[in-house]
Structures are given as structure tokens and as C-alpha cells.
């Protein structure tokens, strides 16, 4: 990963698009354990997709940046989602299936013409 690509950061989503993450690999491979912080920023990323934001918390999983300490034992002690990540979750879900409904309407609208 460049080093003059979003400096600091071990993944982006692409929320609005709705669809694709990277993870840069090479910034998190090194860590004491590397799968808990895999795990962390998959779910983290995840979840910008689902409601289609980039919206962060004061805390927990949703932080925009994780502390050494956090990052450190997350293989033991996971990150939490706040209440209010667990509501956009929920929300975000259901604003979701409704647009991939809708589409999914309008496909089978126009191939029955």
C-alpha cells in the first residue's frame, strides 16, 4: 500500500457504493495478532457498507481510530458496537433490502414488457 494512500489507515469501504472494501493487509499483517485486527476492521468496514455511511462513534467498534491498547487485545477482548451502531445497523438493513427490492421489482417489471 502506498504510503501516501489514506495514511494510518488499515481499510476503507466504499459505502456509498454499497458494495466494495480493501484491506490494506501490509499495515496489518504485523500486529501482535493480526487476525483479531483483521477480524475487527472486516466487521468495522462491513458496517459502513450496510447503511451506505461513513459515519464513525466516540467509541467502540465503529471508532475511527483504534488506540495501541485496543488494537492489542482485540484477539481477547473484541470491540464492542455502541447502541447506536447496533440501530444504523438495523436501519441501514432495512433502507438496503428496500432499494435492492425496489430494483428487483423495476428488473422484473421491465422484462415482462
Not at 494510518?8 to 457504493?17: H, R, T, V
Not at 458496517?47 to 475511527?64: C, Y
Not at 451502531?85 to 433502507?95: L, Q
Request: no cysteine; proline share 5%; charged share 25%.
Amino acid at each position: 500500500t502506498p504510503d501516501r494512500l489514506l495514511p494510518g489507515a488499515l481499510a476503507y469501504a466504499q459505502a456509498f457504493e454499497g458494495v466494495h472494501i480493501r484491506i490494506f493487509w501490509d499495515r496489518i499483517k504485523d500486529y501482535p495478532i493480526p487476525a483479531g485486527v483483521l477480524g475487527h476492521v472486516m466487521v468495522h468496514e462491513i458496517t459502513h457498507i450496510l447503511p451506505g455511511n461513513s459515519d464513525h462513534s466516540e467509541e467502540g467498534i465503529m471508532k475511527a481510530r483504534w488506540t495501541q491498547a485496543e488494537m492489542q487485545s482485540m484477539g481477547t477482548k473484541p470491540l464492542r458496537f455502541t447502541s447506536d451502531d447496533v440501530e444504523t445497523i438495523f436501519s441501514g438493513m432495512d433502507t438496503r433490502d428496500a432499494r435492492l427490492s425496489k430494483h428487483s421489482t423495476q428488473g422484473t417489471a421491465l422484462a415482462a414488457r
